[in-house]
Every structure is written in C-alpha cells, then in structure tokens.
Nanobody, 115 residues
Framework: QVQLVESGGGLVQPGGSLRLSCVVS????????MAWYRQAPGKQRELVAM???????NYPDSVKGRFTISRDNVKNMVYLQMNSLQPEDTAVYYC?????????WGQGTQVTVSS
C-alpha cells in the first residue's frame, strides 16, 4: 500500500520561509519522479516542483528561484524548501508520485502566508 504523508506547513509572514517534507512508504521510490502540487481555494491544483530520479528539477515561473525540491532516496523522502513566500503562495500543498500508472497523493499540508 502506497502512502504519502506531508508535514511542515504552517503560518508564515510574507518574505518568510518554510520547508515541507513528504515521506513515502509502501514502495522504493528511487526510480520515479516526485512532485509537489498546490491548490488554493477556488483554484485548480497546480504543479510547483518536480524532480526526476536522477535529480533533474523543473519549476513553473511562479516559483522559480524561490522554491527548491530535493529528495533522499535512502529515506524515501522528498522536500520542498520555500523562500520569499508571498500571500499568493497560500494553498494546500500535496506530495505526488505517479507509480505504475496510478497517481498517489498525500493528505496535504496547509501553507498560509499572511501578516
């Protein structure tokens, strides 16, 4: 059974930083891309970072230069370092893996950027 569990969300002031973590159990995810998505109220879920099995990273322009995705294939963990956070980054953040034809998601962690 594949499970993803996110942590690290919270309330932060504009300009602040947060580091999200996601632990994956049930599989050895070293050979698969991992991703972080977010969904703000009333908006569609959007990709914010992706990392391949060999460490190639991709980001949309909205977070490029501020967010950094990383992975630890020994610990089955994926991280999202978020710097210079802005109110528009407020959303629920989800960890994702596409494994054997199925999308798996965590329960999400809330990030709120507000003064």
């Amino acid at each position: 059974q594949v499970q993803l569990v996110e942590s690290g969300g919270g309330l932060v002031q504009p300009g602040g930083s947060l580091r999200l973590s996601c632990v994956v159990s049930g599989i050895s995810f070293g050979g698969y891309p991992m991703a972080w998505y977010r969904q703000a109220p009333g908006k569609q879920r959007e990709l914010v970072a992706m990392i391949t099995s060999i460490g190639t990273r991709n980001y949309p322009d909205s977070v490029k230069g501020r967010f950094t995705i990383s992975r630890d294939n020994v610990k089955n963990m994926v991280y999202l370092q978020m710097n210079s956070l802005q109110p528009e980054d407020t959303a629920v953040y989800y960890c994702n893996i596409f494994w054997r034809g199925v999308d798996y998601w965590g329960q999400g962690t809330q990030v709120t950027v507000s003064s």
